[in-house]
């Protein structure tokens, strides 16, 4: 784990990317999960896969690990070809997977010196590199307790600190938060937060946008296989929303297209949704008094800024993917 010394602006300016893929695709028999996308990763970047359930996500993912081979298209890891350079790169990531892999009658510290016993590291390396994670994920308390009695939180830490044990120069994260309460996620994205300033290079997929909005410098909206959008989140929020959201809460017995009728001019977008009706505007409160004039009584107003939510709503839609 390098949390010192790091030149992250130097590692930045890299003339080479961690990660570059041009037509990139994959299938699964006459199923197209990922129908040619191009991108770059470059070190030190905190960078973010978004998307619906079946979007391409994970299969990116697993391309992007060398355990998946693509089914057309280039890619190139480190400058290494997966098909070919397979073990070199594994060799050099850090994966985080969406589920604990962690062996729970084991101890905090087994299961991290069993993990770097696997890179071949020398037993001294393992457990001053265990010693290290552990307290980086603030379990050295922990350290002889066996994993089935942590917490979920802690289960995560322990992975994330496992993931480490390599030093690696790309770390994957898989859904690194979910099922955690708030407080444990706060803890784990400060965790993240510092491995970034260190200059560690995360790639992640997450469902949780307030959480791309914390981690992410940079992130693609990948919906069917393609990449819809891309841009850091301000970028995203800009290009593809408005400053602010007008919020007008109504009965659901009330009919949402019609009021959205009458307020149509007043923002740049209207959304009626069974409950409420969402004016995306510049001036959010202008709106509200406006809708007021005009006659309109909702139960509430609220008025917010614009997320990244908004946007990965209005790329991929509203609409339950299975």
């Known amino acids: 784990m390098r949390l010192s010394g790091a030149d992250v602006n130097l590692a930045v300016m890299s003339d080479m990317p961690l990660i570059q893929a041009r037509g990139l695709t994959k299938a699964y028999g006459s199923v197209q999960a990922v129908r040619g996308i191009d991108l770059d990763v470059w070190r030190g970047e905190a960078f973010g896969f978004l998307g619906p359930n079946g979007a391409g996500k994970s299969s990116t993912m697993r391309m992007v690990g060398a355990v998946s081979p693509p089914s057309g298209g280039e890619l190139r890891i480190f400058g290494l070809d997966p098909a070919v350079d397979g073990p070199r790169i594994r060799g050099r990531l850090g994966v985080c997977p969406q589920d604990d892999t962690l062996d729970p009658e084991l101890s905090t510290l087994e299961n991290l010196l069993i993990y770097g016993r696997y890179f071949g590291l020398s037993r001294a390396t393992c457990h001053a590199r265990a010693t290290e994670l552990l307290d980086f994920v603030a379990l050295s308390d922990r350290a002889d307790e066996k994993v089935e009695n942590l917490s979920g939180g802690m289960k995560r830490r322990l992975t994330i600190a496992r993931s480490l044990i390599n030093e690696p ?48 410098n940079r992130l693609v909206v990948i919906d069917g296989g393609l990449i819809v959008a891309e841009g850091s989140p301000t970028e995203l929020i800009r290009q593809y929303s408005t400053r602010e959201v007008t919020e007008l809460r109504f009965s659901p017995d009330d009919d949402q297209e019609a009021l959205a009728d009458k307020v149509a001019d007043l923002a740049q977008r209207v959304e009626a949704l069974p409950d409420r009706l969402l004016l995306y505007t510049d001036d959010g409160e202008a709106a509200a008094v406006a809708a ?31």
């Open 169 to 216: 120069d790309l770390l994957l994260l898989d859904e690194p938060t979910t099922g955690l309460d708030p407080q444990a996620r706060h803890l784990l994205w400060d965790k993240l937060f510092r491995l970034r300033q260190a200059g560690v290079t995360l790639v992640l997929t997450t469902h949780y946008m307030d959480e791309a909005e914390q981690l992410c």
């Open 292 to 322: 007021h004039d005009r006659g309109l009584t909702p139960a509430s107003v609220l008025v917010r800024r614009s997320t990244l939510e908004d946007v990965f709503l209005r790329l991929t839609g509203r609409s339950l993917v299975d």
